[in-house]
């Protein structure tokens, strides 16, 4: 399987300020047809995950434009332009180009 | 609404059997791929089982190969997951989830999970 790693583990982050969190592939997440199946979650407290950003860069209907994805290949980074209180929770990359698998998570809190 | 509502979880002893269920309402369910997922402590979010909008192609993570049974009644707008010869390693929190229509092997749509607990 492909393994998905993320960095760092832990956030602490101060509000209305930018935060980022890596995630890297085992493989490449090119599928044949050329499209990059990578997708972020974010997970609150008590809750289900919900999808943010998926394509690597496409966000989710209703989703901040705080939030935003880039990357390719292996690299790819969820990015907060301005952090809210809300925000807080832990944040997961997931693959769908292969069998599907999920980073380990990042745990966003406020300082 | 668009929801998706899971039940059926509980305590069950290891090698005891349990049924999941996942009530679907607000889209047209027939339509998607529909997935299992579970998530623990330990080893986090997995990908657990899918099938296709007419059950005729399903797919399973390794560890549940010949213990687990995902099915769907489309009539009924139902998704389940018969779990059979439990281990302790399955107690989790298990999803149903929606697969996005035109993105690839990605949820767009999660329940509020069931807790399912292996345990003598």
């Known amino acids: 399987d492909v393994v998905m790693t993320q960095s760092p583990l832990s956030l602490p982050v101060t509000l209305g300020q930018p935060a980022s969190i890596s995630c890297r592939s085992s493989?490449?997440?090119?599928?044949?047809?050329?499209?990059?199946?990578l997708s972020w979650f974010q997970q609150r407290p008590g809750q289900s995950p919900r999808r943010l950003i998926y394509?690597?860069?496409i966000r989710d209907s209703g989703v901040p434009d705080r939030f935003s994805g880039s990357g390719s290949g292996t690299d790819f980074t969820l990015h907060i332009s301005r952090v809210e209180a809300e925000d807080v929770g832990v944040y997961y990359c997931?693959?769908?180009?292969?069998?599907?698998?999920f980073g380990p998570g990042t745990k966003v809190d406020i300082k | 609404e668009v929801q998706l509502v899971d039940s059926g979880g509980g305590l069950v002893q290891p090698g005891g059997s349990l049924r999941l269920s996942c009530a679907a309402s607000g889209f047209s369910f027939s339509n998607y791929w529909m997935i299992w997922l579970r998530q623990t402590p330990g080893k986090g979010l997995e990908w657990v089982a899918n099938i296709k909008p007419d059950g005729s192609v399903i797919n399973y993570m390794d560890s549940v190969k010949g213990r687990f049974t995902i099915s769907r009644d489309n009539a009924k707008n139902s998704l389940y997951l018969q779990m059979s010869s439990l281990r302790d390693e399955d107690t989790a929190v298990y999803y149903c989830?929606?697969?996005?229509?035109?993105?690839?092997?990605?949820?767009?749509?999660w329940g509020q999970g069931t807790l399912v607990t292996v345990s003598s």
């Open positions: 493989q490449s997440l090119v599928y044949s047809n050329g499209n990059t199946y």
């Open positions: 394509m690597v860069s």
């Open positions: 997931m693959q769908g180009t292969h069998w599907p698998t």
């Open positions: 989830a929606r697969t996005d229509f035109n993105v690839r092997s990605t949820p767009d749509l």
